[in-house]
């Protein structure tokens, strides 16, 4: 959940009025060290937070000596930064981060960002383009009721083809949920894929080395014409 001032300046009370850091920060949604980073901003500085501001630890410059090392010890050995930080601590006896190395060598043209560090983009929801082609079926728990809920979304338009309250999470009540799909649509337009994790509902929890992988689920789906794609982990 994103801060404001409003917010901001309920946390600064409750802690004038003793709450503990834990309690304020469940209340918030946001985490035990961002309400003690803004408690002790004001309480050191007077100062309130102001959104968007970085409150990191500051950027370490890189001083004159440092310099020098790196310069001398990239024309004599023409390493990376990782090897660069253990020669330069070795032969120069200076502690510099090869994150600072690289940095410092990006800076003057000698090296190149790593594809494998490149910061993640954005996650973009990917979405069929026509309803029917593909469905999602995955379970949810109410914690405070104890009921199970199954259902399955339509990929495209994102409308719930079927649901299903049930006790139990098993194969034969998820069954139960795609069938009713079956029977509301299969007339209409038959659903072709089937998107699920690897829930022992579904049998895939049980993948072979090859990633090969049957159930009871997984043989029904087949009778229906449906085909079924596993998602990555993580994934959802």
Request: hydrophobic share 35%.
């Amino acid at each position: 959940m994103k801060l404001n001032k409003k917010k901001i300046l309920w946390i600064l009370r409750q802690k004038e009025d003793n709450e503990s850091s834990g309690v304020i920060a469940k209340i918030q949604h946001i985490t035990r060290k961002r309400v003690d980073q803004i408690w002790k901003l004001y309480r050191d500085t007077g100062t309130i937070l102001i959104i968007g501001q970085k409150m990191g630890q500051p950027k370490k410059a890189i001083t004159a000596e440092e310099l020098v090392a790196i310069d001398e010890a990239y024309k004599r050995f023409r390493f990376g930064a990782r090897m660069l930080e253990i020669i330069i601590r070795k032969v120069y006896e200076l502690n510099i981060s090869h994150n600072r190395i690289h940095k410092y060598l990006m800076d003057r043209g000698l090296a190149r960002a790593e594809r494998s560090k490149r910061k993640q983009r954005e996650w973009v929801r990917y979405e069929r383009d026509h309803s029917m082609s593909a469905g999602h079926i995955n379970w949810y728990e109410d914690d405070s009721s104890g009921l199970k809920l199954c259902a399955v979304l339509d990929d495209s338009s994102r409308k719930i083809l079927a649901a299903g309250e049930f006790a139990t999470i098993n194969t034969k009540n998820t069954i139960v949920v795609v069938e009713r799909a079956v029977q509301e649509y299969g007339q209409i337009c038959p659903l072709r894929e089937l998107i699920m994790d690897h829930g022992s509902e579904f049998g895939a929890h049980r993948r072979d080395e090859n990633g090969y992988w049957d159930s009871e689920f997984k043989q029904y789906l087949e009778t229906r014409g449906i085909r079924p794609i596993l998602a990555r982990v993580k994934h959802p």
